[in-house]
Every structure is written in structure tokens, then in C-alpha cells.
């Protein structure tokens, strides 16, 4: 049975890893010239960290790490309870049911549950049991109950069923007593279960952590704080095409200061990275979610805000009326339509869409402030120039929603190119609040390296020398010739060159056919000749031609 | 409430983070040059390609990942199904216990559990417990039954005891039945409990992933193949003083091919990166396994041979009368220990101490191919001179004893470090073979990140370079300056050098004493008179001197 890897992972072979290495060296080179500091945090961190930070959904796609050591121990006797607790209430039930009326069988309607839950309620109340009133769920648990219990026998499948009154002999009822008692306890006691058997869980992000590190190690931080944070982050999201379960991000923040200075940086970061790649025409977006606030005042919903942009954001494939009728599907009215009526032509310079937008917002607040921001940093953007992106301001750009509180960025790649966004960010005011540090402004942006990767495999944009094979491998004759060879390999080496040696003496033939497959582009002989001589023979195998050449010759040839 | 880490792991600061980078990079660029190609493989494998690979102690100390999505709802039912058959066996038991004289009590002692026992299996053969025979255990089920039920009774906690045959009305014994059933079914179930839960576990190793891959990609990979891998891998090891559960492994290894040329290529290789790391005088300790099998053989006892080699190591402590005290009192006979005399004066040159070996060893066909291997490799690395290290001979060198089958490798600190080892490998005859693809020799060699990084930091060899704080910060005087000032700062980062601006307009002594905080170690200055001459104050925060250049003269000395 041939091995094989988790769905959604990946290995990267040596092609692969010298191309992802590439570029994140380019990101990183860039974030460092640009002021911002590596950090590192643990691939895992304890679960309340991570645990209420993503939505429902992602708490739900976090992977979580089973506890080590002495877990399934402690976790068996946790099982023993359920197991003696479940068989507590069982001889419960049976005390209960041998109290009632089953003659001839009992006809177990919705009448018999009000009479059964009641009757449990007196157990529990004699009994006293204090794990429910630990957990403050004994108010809920007999109205639980109850709808438990309907729902069990309106279920088809427990052969009862409310129209069919079927009799059960005092066994089966007892059964089904301990069935519903059973499952019961254990629905209250998931809930608790997880974190019974698991305190860790995977890095879900860098954001997350990178808070959780600042609160944690803030007396020896200097605010401002500039980090960037190039690391694997894990989603137990269903794999598909371009989407993984363990990916890398790269982030770049600044944690401290309310600088619009820093959002023109960021741009100018997006410039320079793409540029260095030689990803030219890249458009970089930009919003400010007070932009948007501004328009959900003017329309009067900002509920339908949303709804808005999507429908906004496709002007260009189903034209104004589509756009509109669309809007009004969605519950926007006419009237907010007229009021927003430049956003469907919202074409011409940056300029020109930020008059555009003060005329627009003129009586929002939030929205005015927004076109102050917009307007400093496409500003100064341009004043300083970009080397070879585009700066566009979309006012449909939405990204993060509910926590980006001041700029939106991403960035599209060129135009010729079928892809998503290559990157993102955007300012949230209160960064480090989840962890008790308040009024720290965050702003920063993130590369998606996996798309990046792709970009530059689909225009051909990776530079030949991306690669680690060696430069030249030395050829195995016997070991007399090998101990020639070892030396100036040796010494090569010294020099900084990558080169090798077939390890083995075998076929030559094999050996220039390894040298082949694996790309190596020069091959060196060394027979009785060259070690006589002083010399080695050198051989461009992609042209065959072949010199004998010294040793200087040789490492100059090399380099 | 501060947040926190969960145990053994760390955060990295940017100067860490720079130092950790500065030590990989050595070793990578070393990688390189000496012909090895980096793969990289998931943070987490399937549970059955790592379980089983590092013993029931690595077993237990594999991070286990719990399955995502709808686990805990099938886990409930997997709950619910072991509620439903622990009282399969409660309502048996009680039968069982009807059946028995329970008139005043029952003793229960050793004479009644063969007769419970056997009643049981009656049970298990009427019911036919097709669980039991699925999982092919049904034939031990009755002596573990009654190993666990004579283990009850004698724990005194239970209330019981043999010595004391304590009467039990049929209820206590009932629910004694119950507990014991409960408990017998839960250990049965445990072993297959974590298997349900989780699939997935993190890497343990690199070496294990690494077979695993070149099984898996053996038709894309040319052979021999010689890859490099630095990633991280988690333990849950009980974490203590520079023992952590997340730490890098740096590892080379050759697969496919038997040559002793790369035994010699890994020890310069060893040399090659720790001299470039400035750490010169370290001791490459080598042996071979076929060697230990050889004194094992001379001593005739393999089953000591660990003892042997614990006790020789000794021989600097306690002398030769102590380590032949020790051998003595494991059982190793005094005419063996006689046999092995040479080892007692192990001395001279590596030279002389194989010649040793091989007159000890004559008798020996496996210690003379150890010889024979040890004198290859040393001889070739001596001829081609090592740059710093010292190559040694250790015949105590038994690590990873189970494994290895040639070449033992161990790197030793220079003497004056007191540290443990910081590097390790050795040869393995069949590295794939657990996954199938037989006959495929590996062998490889690992640097310890972690113990390098410590011993770089106590002799202070870390380059004063080595740092990713900018070279320069703009302090930021207002909005016109800042304009000013984003100009050069642009021009300079296109030059490739690190500088940053101070984001915000604060008091001028706040952002010098944060310059200084951050170790920045030149400040600029723009005011008015600067921007009316096209020129800027630079300040060496050090010496506190300050002068006005040009922006190329500043370019130049940021250089």
C-alpha cells in the first residue's frame, strides 16, 4: 500500500521549494527595508486564545490538538462517569415506570410526557444532583427534556409515533427510558467534552497570535511596533483547487499608531514586492469601511450594505439596470438608489472619485472622514509614485467587513491573468482589545503566497536561476579518480559553489543520465589523463561540449 | 487576565528571530553546496504513516490532531454505544448474581471469580459477541477478565480485600459487577478510542516523513537522492530546560546508494558549517554499529553491549578499576572484559586506534567490515583535511543503537561549552523499508538548532550584523517634513538599505528614546533648513555626532 499525505496538504519537491523560497525571500527583503521586524509564535496556542476569535465557522475549521500524556486515562474514568451516570438515571426510570399505570401496556402520548417530566423533575430535585446546578443548566433541563421526549416519539424510526399509539410492554419501555437518558446526558455534556480532551489547537492565522503576543510581551515592546510574520497557519476547511488545510501566510503590521503615514507605506510595500518579483500591473485596491458607513447612511439600510456592494460590484457584467433591479430584489429602495446614483458611474482618476465621493457623503459624518483618509494617502501615494503598480480606489471593496475599521486594501493581479486576490489588509482601531490591551490601532497587509506562486508560474516569470540542483557533478570512475575529484569539489565548495559527486562508481551512462533528469548543467571527468595532467575535463551537457581545463579554469567556469 | 503559551513552546523576538535565521542560512547554504536539494513535507501525516516508527515511548509522545467537522456528533454516538452495551452487561451481571447463594452475602474471593469467570464466558458464548470476535481478542477476554476482577479485589480502595471478606448484600455486589464490567469494556474500547478520534498527528521527526515521501514520490525522484529538509516537529516530551515540544530539526541524508564517499562528505560537511559559523574546534565523533557488534560478539554478549559502552564512557571519571567494577556488576564477565583490554587504553591517533580495533576484533567478521569502514572513511577525511574540526574515533558512541547500521555520527561542542551534543546521524540499511520500497540504504546527519543557537550566544560568536532593526529612522517633525522625508526613504529602500520613518508627530525626545530603545542605530533629522538646502541631519545615535549631507552622501554612509 503506497503511502500517502492528509487531503488538503502538500508536499513540495526541491523545484517547488526553491520557487516558494524565492519568493517569500523577495517579501521578506522587502519588509525588512521597510522598517518591519521578524517574529515567531508556536504553531499551536492554547485553545481559549484562538477559540471565539473566527465566527462560529471558525472555531468550527480550527484544528484542535488532543491532549498528550496521560489523556486517554484520564479520559476513560471521564467515560466511566457517563457510563455510571447514565445507569443511575436508568434505575431511575425504571422506579418511575414501574410507578405507573402499564397493565396492559402504556400508550405514551404527549399527556403521559408532561406527567413523566414532572416526575423526573422530583427526582432531580430529591436527588439534588449538583452537576446540574453546577452548570446552571436545572431551569432548562426539564422544558430540554420534554422537547427531547417529543421529538422522540414523533420520530418514526423509534417505532412509536404520536397517531399510532403503539403499546410497549414495560421492557421496551424501559429501553427507550434509557436510550432517551442516555443520549440526553450526553448532549449536555459535549458541549464540555472538547475541552476535555483538548487545550491546544493550530495556528488559524497570524492576526490572532501576533495580538496575543503583543498584550503578552508588551512591556518589552516599543510601540510602534512593526512586525512581519512569514509562517504556516491550518483551516479544516474542505480542500478544494487552490485551497489548502496548512498554508503559509506573510504578514506585515504595525501595532500603535493611528499614522496615516503607514497606510501610504503599506501601498508602497505592495509596489515594491510586486516589482521585485517582476509582477508588474498589479492593481492595488483601496476603501475606507467609514466609505462605506458613509453609503449605508446615504442609502438609510445599513443592514443591506452588503447586499449593496455585491450587486455594485457587478456593473461591469450585467450593466446599471441589472445592478439596479438586483438592489431592489434585495429589499434597497428606489430613493436610496437615486441618492447614491454616481456610484454607477464612478469612473476617471482617483481624484476625481474622491469629489465624486465628498459631494456624495457631504452629510455623513463617517463618510466625510473616510474621504479625508482615502484622499491623504492616494495623495501622498502618488506624489511619491508607485514603480510599477496601479492604485485604484473601489469604493465595492468590502474585504473583513466586520473588523477592518478605517482602510481596505487588496490587490489584483494583472489583468491577463484568472486569479483572485493576491493580497490583503486594512486598519482595525482595536487590534489587541480581545486580550485586554485596548486602543491599539493595527494596520497591515498579507501576501497570498500560494496564488502569488501561480501568478508567476502563468506568466513565466520565475528567473532560471531559481532552482538548488547543483551546478556540476563530478563523475565516478573508481576511487583513485574520487579522491582527485573530492579535492577540488572541496574546494569549490569553499568557493561557495554548489557541486557534487556521484556517489557510486557505476555505468557512465547511468551516470550522465542522472546528471540529465535531475537538470545539473555540467558534468566533470576526471580519467588518468586529467589527474596526470592536473586538469579536469568539463562538460556542458546541454550543448555536449566538452574541455579539459585547470582547476582555476574550472571554478571560473562555474561560478 | 494575561494571555499566555501553552507549555514548551516560545515566542521568537525579532532578535531571535534574526539568529535563528543567521544559523539555517549557514547550514542551508552549506545544504546547497554540498549537493543536497531542500523537499518539504506536511506539518501533520496520517496517524498509521507515523505511529509504530519511534517505539510505544514515541508512541505516546506524538501529537495526536482530533478530527474537524462532525467528530463529536459521531463520537456521541460512538459514547452512546458503549452506554448501551455496558448495560447489555449490567442486566447480565445481575443475572448472573441472581443466580448465585447471595443469602447473607457473598465472598468474594479468588474461588468465586473462576466460577464468575466461567459464567461469563457462558454469557459471551450464548450472545455471541461478534465485537469481540471482530477484534479478535475473545479468546484472551476471559483470563483479563479475571486478572482484572482479582486486581479489584485486592485493592483496598474498593471497600473489599482478601483478607477480609467483607460481606456484600446483592446490591453492592451488583454495582461492583456493574463497575468492573464498565471499566473491562472501557479498556477494551480505549485502544481503538484515539484512532476514532484522530487521524492526523504532527510530525514527530523529519526522517520518517522523509521515507515516507520517497516511497510515495519514488517515480519522480532520481536516485540517489540527496535532500535536505529544516522544518519543525513537535514532541510531548515533558518540557524542561532546553527541551522543548516545537523545535527545528535541520537534516541531510543520502538515500539510495551504499558509498562510504558520503560518510566522508558528511563529516566535512559538518566542518563546513561550523567553521563558517565561526564555531571551530568541534569534535565530529565517529563509530561504526558494526563495530559495537563486533565487541559485542569478542564479549559474547549482545545483550550487554549497552551496559558495555555506558560503563567505557565512563573510563575519564572513574577510572579503569571503577568501569571494570561497573561491568562486573551487570554481568559482563571478567574473561570477557580481559578480551577487551585495549579499550581500557583507547588512546593515539585515529590511526592507531583502528589498528587497535583490528587486532581486537580479528575473530569478528562483522567488526572487521566495521574497520574497514571506519578506515575508508577516515582515511579519505583526513587526506582531504578538515577546516576547524576534530574528527574522533569513540567506540562508546552507541546512539540510536536500534536503527543505525553503519556509520554513528555525534558532534561535540568545543571543550569549553559545557553542552550535550548539537549534532547527530548515522547509516541505516533500510530506511523505506516501513513503507514498503525495500533495499534502499540512507544515511544522514542533524544539527541541533536550539543547542548551536546556545552555544553561538555563550561564546559570543554571533556577528554584530546579525539584526533585522533598521539602519536608519526618519523622525517625523509634521506633515511637510514627512513628504520631504518619504522621498529619500523611498529612494533609499529601492537602494536595498533598511529605513524607517517615525509614523507619528510626537515630542522629538519620545521618538529618540525610541530609536534608542530599538537599537536604530542612525537617526535623521528634517526641518526647514534641510528642505530649503536639499539636505538632511543625520545623527549617529551612538556618538550623538551630527551632520548635514546630501541625500547621496547620505545613501552612502547609511551603506
Redesign the interface.
Known sequence: ??????KG??????AE??K??YIIQKIK?NF????F??????????SE?LMGKYGEEGD??I????N??EY?EK??DF??K???E??FY?KESIVHFNNLNVEDGIKLVEDDIVKFTSDFQKIINIKNLNYFEDEKISINLIEDLYNLLIDFIHNPENGLGKDRFILMDELHLKDVS??IF??FY??LK?KY??SY????A?RYDLTVPFA??V???QN?I?F?F??YQIQ?V?R?DRPQKGRFR?FFQCDAD?VG???L??E??LV?LYD?VFTDLGLNKVTIKINNRKILSGIAEVIGASDKLIDFTVALDKLDKIGEDGVKKEMIEKGISETAIEKVQPLFHFTGSIAEKIEKLATLLSSSVDGMKGVEELQFICD?VS???L?SSILDLDVTLARGLNYYTGAIFEVAPPATVSMGSIGGGGRYDDLTGI??LKNMSGVGISFGLDRIYLVIEELNLFPETVT???KA?FL?FGNEE??YA??AI?NL??S??????Y???VKIGKQFQ?AD??GIPFAVIVGDEEMKNDQFSLKNLASGEQQKVSFEELKELLA
Open positions: 500500500m503506497k503511502p500517502s499525505i492528509p496538504t502538500r508536499d513540495f519537491s526541491p521549494v526553491a516558494r523560497q527583503t525588512e527595508k521597510f522598517g521586524q521578524p517574529i515567531e509564535t508556536p504553531s499551536f496556542e492554547n486564545t468550527r475549521l484544528f484542535k490538538i488532543l498528550s500524556g486517554l479520559f476513560n467515560l466511566l457517563i457510563v455510571e447514565s445507569l436508568h434509557l436510550k442516555a443520549s450526553l448532549k459535549s467534552l472538547a480532551i483538548s487545550e491546544k493550530l496575543r503576543y498584550v503578552q510581551h518589552e516599543e510602534p512593526k512586525r504556516p491550518w479544516a496548512e504595525v499608531s493611528t499614522s503615514w503607514q501610504v507605506e508602497q515594491s501622498n506624489s511619491l509614485g514603480s486580550f485586554g538548488s540542483t547543483s557533478i565516478n574520487t579522491k573530492m579535492k572541496s565548495r569553499k561557495g559553489l554548489k557541486v557534487e559527486l556517489p557510486d562508481n542522472y533528469k535531475r
